[in-house]
Antibody, heavy 122, light 110 residues
Framework: EVQLVESGGGFVQPGGSLRLSCAAS????????MSWVRQAPGKGLEWVSS????????KNADSVRGRFTISRDNTKNTLYLQINSLRAEDTAVYFC???????????????WGQGSLVTVSS | QSVLTQPPSASGTPGQRVTISCSGS????????VNWYQHLPGTAPKLLIY???QRPSGVPDRFSGSKSGTSASLAISGLQSEDEADYYC???????????FGGGTKLTVL
């Protein structure tokens, strides 16, 4: 059974940084692209960032480009999202999601974690 | 504002059939497949329909998807109370070069 467990969320001041983690199990982690999708309070789902199975290719939404960095450690079956220069509008629940193939063009997210809340406020 | 347009809400009584629409353009729905997700707040979203019409194993056949041109629809027949959730369509957008989601539709079972 696929399991994705996010951690690392919390309360941060504007301009601060945070690193989210997503521990994966139940599948061959390196064979699949992984993504981060967020949901701001009262809003819908928004794709944030994706990384290929071997970690050689990444893709980011325009809203986070230059501030967010996605990475993975296939030896630890863990996905990361480094979030810098946080803004109030980055407040959201951040979900990690497994793609159905190995490239960053995967957009069929067949398994999701429960999410990690990031709150940006002074 | 989402690239894909969904009605913010939908409702039906138990046993009824409801449909949720998703409207896009030639750069997204018109050129790529559509997936649908079910999300109960506080839980992990769930893939409901992929490749326009396919159901992952375990998804009841009460759920069906369709696509025509630049629009897609999710139909739920034999509505049940446990279907009360938020539903999102999603696809790839060639102009944005990334996945895009609809704004979501909150389904209420009366």
């Amino acid at each position: 059974e696929v399991q994705l467990v996010e951690s690392g969320g919390g309360f941060v001041q504007p301009g601060g940084s945070l690193r989210l983690s997503c521990a994966a199990s139940g599948f061959t982690f390196s064979n699949y692209a992984m993504s981060w999708v967020r949901q701001a309070p009262g809003k819908g789902l928004e794709w944030v960032s994706s990384i290929s199975g071997i970690g050689s290719t990444t893709k980011n939404a325009d809203s986070v480009r230059g501030r967010f960095t996605i990475s993975r450690d296939n030896t630890k079956n863990t996905l990361y999202l480094q979030i810098n220069s946080l803004r109030a509008e980055d407040t959201a629940v951040y979900f990690c999601a497994k793609g159905d193939c190995t490239s960053t063009s995967c957009y069929e997210f067949d398994s999701w974690g429960q999410g990690s809340l990031v709150t940006v406020s002074s | 504002q989402s690239v894909l347009t969904q009605p913010p809400s939908a409702s039906g009584t138990p046993g009824q059939r409801v449909t949720i629409s998703c409207s896009g353009s030639s750069s997204n729905i018109g050129s790529d497949v559509v997936n649908w997700y079910q999300h109960l707040p506080g839980t992990a979203p769930k893939l409901l329909i992929y490749s326009n019409i396919q159901r992952p194993s375990g998804v009841p056949d009460r759920f069906s998807g369709s696509k025509s041109g630049t629009s897609a629809s999710l139909a739920i027949s034999g509505l049940q109370s446990e279907d009360e959730a938020d539903y999102y369509c999603a696809t790839w957008d060639d102009s944005l070069n990334g996945p895009v989601f609809g704004g979501g539709t909150k389904l209420t079972v009366l």
